[in-house]
């Protein structure tokens, strides 16, 4: 029993020393984990002293913490607006988005449209201990500044751009404004409007009615007056990067833009078909005007042969005539040669062998004729005449005396000589 009593206290005693080795162990676990903390890149640590002093940490390794509270911010992250969960329409065969997991934010244009904008934004938080403390201070953890801050500059933002345009000009002509306002809000603040009632006709029934439009006030320096200053950036904190993933229309606001597509389609295809037939106008009278070029050069052609033919026809004529001219030049100098010859030659024998020939032809006719004469050359009976007389044949006298008229005629003596034997009359 002695034995069995002594054996008692010493197991104890080891059996308390284990507990205290593994009590001593966990507190110094739990002191090493409670006295420092390591930051990663992409983290923001505050540490909150016991005594309540805070302390920032902005680059990444091994900080004090010293027993103090820790609070973790992310340098960057995003907000996204979107249906989370979707569900099949068992009337419209349609995906509709699940309510209570609808995260879309909701537009309503100056038209009376309704759309669901799914989008994302991204923003970094400050790095300066000022900042930091005011968020900390207002907000206590990343989760509330999103949810209180963030999503709710963005939404007023986004909200804010349905009076200022309407569902065809969201997604057509002003889409990329829209886009650019969202983010001019979401970074300088919410910009002032005025209301105005302006008159303007459907696009489809082309039906006049008065509509209220929303505008944009602007200050004398031509900037946008705010409502309230960019409470974001008040804070220190940076948006950027805002884009638009998704942004489906009502059912009625589809069909409209159906029918405006539609519409644009067919007076882009009138456009069109009205620039192709100018363009074969255009053509055709291009090719009349190359066509009548085309003749008229042809023309050009044919006249340019008949001119060269006309001017080759009159170079011959020219020279014809000069030829001609010639001719006559050369005709009238032999001619005027051959009378000037005559003349010398009549000048100097007075063309005695002309007249010669000329006689000696006449007396041929008086020679046949008094060959051919079948009368009595000599008279039967001859009178005794006076003194002087001489008795004599007619016809021997008639012969003298024709002959003596054909000298005369001829200018011809015959008991001349040379020159002299031919008179001039």
Not at 162 to 190: C, F, H, T, W
Request: charged share 25%; glycine share 8%; hydrophobic share 40%.
């Amino acid at each position: 029993m002695k034995d069995t009593m002594a054996v008692a206290p010493d197991s104890v005693r080891r059996y308390g020393k284990g507990i205290a080795a593994l009590v001593a162990m966990l507190v110094g676990i739990l002191f090493l984990f409670n006295v420092f903390e390591t930051v990663n890149a992409n983290e923001i640590l505050l540490v909150q002293s016991v005594w309540g002093k805070m302390t920032w940490h902005v680059t990444p390794g091994v900080k004090w913490q010293g027993f103090g509270k820790l609070t973790t911010y992310p340098k960057r992250h995003m907000y996204e607006f979107a249906c989370l969960k979707w569900q099949e329409n068992e009337t419209t065969k349609q995906r509709d988005c699940v309510p209570e997991e609808d995260q879309r934010i909701k537009l309503r244009f100056n038209d009376g449209g309704h759309a669901y904008m799914s989008g994302s934004i991204q923003y970094e938080m400050p790095l300066d201990n000022k900042n930091l403390t005011d968020l900390h201070v207002r907000f206590g953890n990343p989760e509330a500044i999103q949810k209180q801050l963030v999503e709710t500059v963005v939404n007023k933002s986004i909200y804010m751009i349905g009076p200022l345009m309407s569902s065809k000009e969201s997604y057509a002509e002003k889409r990329n404004a829209l886009i650019s306002l969202v983010e001019d809000q979401v970074l300088n603040g919410v910009v002032k409007t005025i209301q105005k009632d302006v008159k303007t006709k459907d696009p489809l029934t082309g039906v006049e009615k008065t509509v209220t439009i929303v505008e944009i006030v602007n200050g004398r320096d031509g900037n946008h007056e705010r409502q309230e200053p960019g409470q974001l950036t008040a804070f220190g904190i940076r948006p950027f990067n805002f884009s638009i993933k998704d942004m489906p229309y009502d059912d009625v606001v589809e069909k409209q833009i159906q029918q405006q597509q539609q519409l644009t389609m067919q007076v882009q295809t009138a456009i069109a078909e009205a620039r192709q037939a100018e363009q074969r106008a255009i053509t055709v009278a291009k090719e009349g005007e190359a066509n009548a070029a085309k003749a008229k050069w042809e023309q050009e052609v044919i006249k340019a042969k008949e001119v060269t033919a006309a001017e080759q026809r009159l170079a011959v004529a020219e020279l014809d005539r000069r030829a001609a001219e010639q001719t006559k030049s050369q005709n009238i100098l032999l001619g005027e040669g051959e009378a000037r010859r005559r003349q010398l030659v009549m000048e100097a024998d007075g063309a005695l062998d002309k007249k010669l020939a000329a006689y000696i032809e006449t007396q041929k006719y008086w020679a046949d004729a008094v060959k051919n004469y079948q009368g009595n050359w000599m008279p039967l009976v001859s009178s005794g005449g006076g003194a002087g007389s001489q008795a004599g044949s007619g016809a021997m006298q008639l012969l003298e005396i024709m002959g003596s008229k054909a000298a005369i005629d001829l200018g011809l003596d015959l008991k001349a000589s040379g020159a002299g034997r031919t008179t001039k009359k």
